[in-house]
């Protein structure tokens, strides 16, 4: 049977991909960097970054497996994600017979995660969690896509596309990277001569914080663009490497479906100022 701590922190990686989760983003609070102009081969016009963009879509609905390395152990299970469009998103892992023993839900500004095991969740405001930083609901949902974004703005589109450089690299490699960022962390996407994309780095600029890293592979064409059909995240967590390896399957667009978002009734619910009790199993 799966450790807690391991389930919890799994469904908590999304946080940990950079920040909050809300969909209205009031101005930003935290300091930003000014534009900048790095990039020799900085030409950002309709003839080339166009060719990054991506299809909307309006709902999203995979099976897939979750492998995770981290404490010294690797464990797998089988998930389900579903996405509405800057609405939702809901993870579900399943590592026995199919069966759910934990969830995580992304909706508004809030996060619910619950362990079924233990028959404990956790409801809160997202920035709770984060510093700040203002990821929407679709920044997260490009990062499990893998499509380039703007923080706090959407995805990379002809409304946003003098916010970015563009810096070809070795190999034929092209490196996308926002004008404007975050103090902190420096974010970039990188894609090959196909224009596939490769990965997301994020640098902190602070000494002793920890890099970021979300690799893409397997990136497939469908009615919604390209999709990065397998990731990996590495960071750290406590100070010790974690790696969390998603792979989806049967890839469906544009379904009607509901994603229930109620707390579940009878669970204790643990405040979030006590995350570490549903991630470590106190009292």
């Known amino acids: 049977m799966w450790n807690k701590r391991i389930i919890l922190a799994t ?12 969909k209205k983003v009031v101005t930003p609070v935290v300091e ?3 534009p900048t102009q790095q990039g ?9 970054i166009n060719h ?20 010294g152990k690797s464990l797998s299970s089988s998930m389900q994600m579903r996405m509405q469009r800057g609405r939702c998103i809901y993870v579900s892992l399943r590592p026995m017979m199919g ?9 508004g500004d809030s996060i619910l995660l619950v362990d079924k095991l233990h028959k404990r969740y956790m409801l809160e405001k997202a920035t709770l969690l984060t510093n700040g930083v203002p990821v929407t609901v679709d920044n997260l949902q490009d990062i499990f896509l893998g499509r380039a974004f703007e923080l706090g703005k959407g995805s990379l589109t002809q409304d946003i596309k003098d916010d970015f450089t563009i810096e070809e690299m070795d190999g034929g490699k092209v490196k996308l990277r926002p004008r404007e960022q975050f103090k902190g962390f420096d974010y970039n996407f990188v894609y090959d001569k196909q224009r596939n994309i490769l990965s997301l780095d994020v640098t902190p600029t602070k000494a002793g914080a920890s890099t970021y890293s979300v690799t893409y592979g397997d990136v497939k064409g469908t009615i919604a663009g ?4 397998s990731l990996k995240v590495a960071t750290k967590m406590s100070g010790r490497a974690f790696n969390l390896s998603l792979e989806y399957k049967d890839l469906k667009w544009n379904e009607d479906f509901t994603i229930d978002t109620a707390a579940p009734k009878k669970y204790t619910r643990v405040e979030g100022n006590d995350i570490m009790q549903l991630l470590g199993g106190g009292k």
């Open 226 to 229: 390209k999709v990065a059909t």
């Open 52 to 71: 990054y963009y991506q299809a909307d879509w309006n709902s999203f609905k995979s099976g897939g497996n979750a492998k995770i390395d981290a404490g």
């Open 40 to 48: 020799t081969n900085e030409q950002v016009t309709s003839s080339n």
């Open 99 to 107: 069966i759910e023993v934990a969830k995580m839900i992304i909706y």
């Open 11 to 22: 469904m908590l990686v999304a946080l940990v991909m950079m920040g909050s989760c809300s």
């Open 32 to 34: 930003v960097n000014q």
